[in-house]
């Protein structure tokens, strides 16, 4: 893939490396000089430009993108990046970093918002999930809002254990999709038992988390 990156300093210089070593072609966009530092991610093409500027996106190509990633330290910046991005050049997959989780409200399809990361939030959830067990942790939310992915790890005296997946009903718009077990990650098939201390990973929208709750005994 083509992916343009937004604003070039630590997170959007570690997106890049990361991209360029699973061999994807990456653009660092970057306004401010004292952060233009082409040295430190070779491979990446390097544009000295205010991303919020139309014709600096138009010269730069953002056009043949194939996703674009906001990734500036300002909120306000990332969101006219995504806007820009979507309505103007038609890119298909915009991702956009949320510095101020008090923003996070913003960060949807009507700002061209296909993925919005909370770095705050995100690293909440991990100690969160770090910390809880039977509880219902949510982890990542995925399509604007319109779906999370959750995690529930099932304590020592669960009620489930030995019972298949298939006895666990699920409200309509939740999906098992995924059981961590010890080293091991399983795609859950209906007639596999479950476990104390498998952690289970849902696709669910936001409605219907107190019914998968109660779903696990909860």
Not at 28 to 55: F, G, K, M, N
Not at 61 to 67: A, E, N, P
Not at 169 to 190: C, E, S
Request: with cysteine.
């Amino acid at each position: 893939m083509r992916v343009a990156i937004a604003g070039a300093g630590a997170v959007g210089r570690s997106i890049a490396a990361e991209l360029i070593a699973a061999e994807h072609q990456v653009m660092l966009i970057e306004r401010q000089e004292s952060q233009y530092e082409p040295q430190t991610v070779e491979q990446a093409e390097w544009v000295l430009a205010d991303a919020c500027e139309l014709a600096s996106l138009e010269d730069a190509g953002m056009q043949l993108c194939d996703v674009v990633i906001a990734a500036t330290g300002d909120d306000k910046v990332n969101l006219v990046v995504a806007l820009l991005a979507k309505t103007v050049f038609a890119v298909r997959r915009v991702v956009a970093r949320v510095n101020d989780p008090a923003n996070e409200w913003l960060f949807n399809d009507a700002w061209g918002v296909d993925v919005a990361v909370s770095t705050p939030r995100m690293l909440a959830a991990m100690v969160e999930e770090a910390v809880s067990v039977g509880d219902l942790v949510r982890l990542l939310t995925l399509r604007q809002g319109q779906a999370n992915l959750v995690e529930l790890t099932l304590p020592e005296d669960t009620p489930l254990a030995g019972r298949p997946v298939r006895e666990v009903h699920l409200p309509r718009d939740a999906a098992l999709v995924v059981i961590l077990r010890g080293g091991r990650v399983i795609v859950p098939q209906p007639d596999d038992p479950l476990e104390a201390g498998d952690e289970l990973l849902f696709v669910a929208s936001a409605n219907v988390e107190d019914e998968i709750r109660k779903a696990l005994g909860y």
